[in-house]
């Protein structure tokens, strides 16, 4: 049987996997008639607390956006109705390529009443929704999730426990 140390240890590797954009400089732009037309721009530091605040946003102050380890949500404190376009919404892009590479990003919750209508997609340094065509109201929140390729600790702490676990069965 393994030491609890060593079951310690996993968790501990396991929940840094999550932590991949924490300190990490992100660029956020939000895009209008197609990706390639940003209409703002911004660098931001992923942190403890929201990165762009309703005030930081300069063309629509209707709703903050907090990115975390591997999370992005935007949380509305009014109405907003996304006008129906090629591209409305935010991409995000690894700004220093030091990031894993993404290999997915899709809506992992929602809480609210509006009508979320969200296209998510990704390449290897960046990931973005379309918002064309959301109607969302003060209160409601949307979070994607980022998802990245492994590290090698992240993989090794995943295939221990999976031994600790088979052990255990014996």
């Known amino acids: 049987m393994l030491p609890r140390f060593a079951v310690l240890a996993v968790g501990v590797f396991a929940s840094a996997s999550c932590a991949q954009m924490l300190g990490q400089t992100i660029t956020a732009e939000w895009h209008f008639g197609g990706l390639g037309v940003p209409i703002e721009s911004h660098q931001i530091v992923v942190g403890n607390g929201v990165e762009l605040t309703a005030d930081d946003i300069l063309n629509d102050t209707k709703f903050s956006i907090d990115l975390t380890g591997d999370r992005v949500s935007f949380a509305f404190n009014a109405e907003s ?13 690894d700004t220093n390529a030091v990031l894993p590479d993404v290999i997915g990003y899709f809506i992992w919750s929602f809480s609210g009443v ?3 209508v969200v ?10 929704a379309d918002f064309t065509d959301s109607h969302f109201y003060a209160g409601d ?13 992240t993989a090794l702490a995943g295939l221990v426990g999976l031994a600790a676990l088979r052990r255990r069965r014996r």
Request: proline fraction near 8%.
């Open 141 to 153: 929140v949307i979070t994607m999730e980022v998802i990245f390729v492994p590290t090698p600790s």
């Open 81 to 93: 109705i996304w006008t129906v376009n090629t591209f409305n919404g935010w991409y995000f892009a």
């Open 114 to 116: 509006g009508n979320p």
């Open 119 to 128: 296209t998510t997609g990704w390449n290897d340094n960046a990931f973005w």
